[in-house]
Structures are given as C-alpha cells and as structure tokens.
C-alpha cells in the first residue's frame, strides 16, 4: 500500500484507504474518489505541482497534499475497471 504520490506514471491501482476528517473525505467523494475505485496515473507535475489522474473516464487534477492521504494499491492491468 502506497500514497497516490509515490504511484508511478500510467499506473493502475485502487483506493484502500482515504486519510482525513469527514469533510475531506466527502470532498473527495464528490470527485468520485472513494475506497475501493479503480485508477490510473496520468501525471505528476513536479515542484509540488498537481497530480492528474484518470478515474470513472474522467480525469481530474489533485494537490499534492490531497494526493498524499490517498492510500492505493497497485492493480494489474486486467483489473482496471474505471
């Protein structure tokens, strides 16, 4: 289990856990992050910047630190699901 920050470029993986208070994590909600969604890594700007992932066929733009508090774990290829 590793954060979203430290998941390689193009890879897949699934939420396992979300760090934070209960506002934190509705926001993330209303992004469709959420425990056990499927994702992919489309980029990590560098110096801080944001980290851009592809989840439900949308791809959304997070900080850093949000990316942080979101424990993945990576998936294989056959079990992306969106």
């Known amino acids: 289990m590793i ?5 390689s470029v193009g890879e ?3 939420i396992v856990e979300i760090k934070g208070g209960l506002g934190f994590k509705k926001r993330l909600e209303s992004l ?4 056990g969604k499927s994702l992919r890594k489309i980029s990590s700007a560098p110096f801080h910047g944001p980290v851009v992932i592809e ?14 508090k979101i ?3 990576v998936a294989h290829e056959n079990t992306f699901n969106g």
């Open 12 to 14: 897949n993986a699934v």
């Open 3 to 7: 954060s979203l920050t430290k998941l």
């Open 55 to 68: 989840i439900g066929g949308c791809k959304i733009a997070i900080g850093q630190g949000m990316a942080s």
């Open 32 to 35: 469709n992050l959420r425990k």
């Open 71 to 73: 424990l993945v774990e």
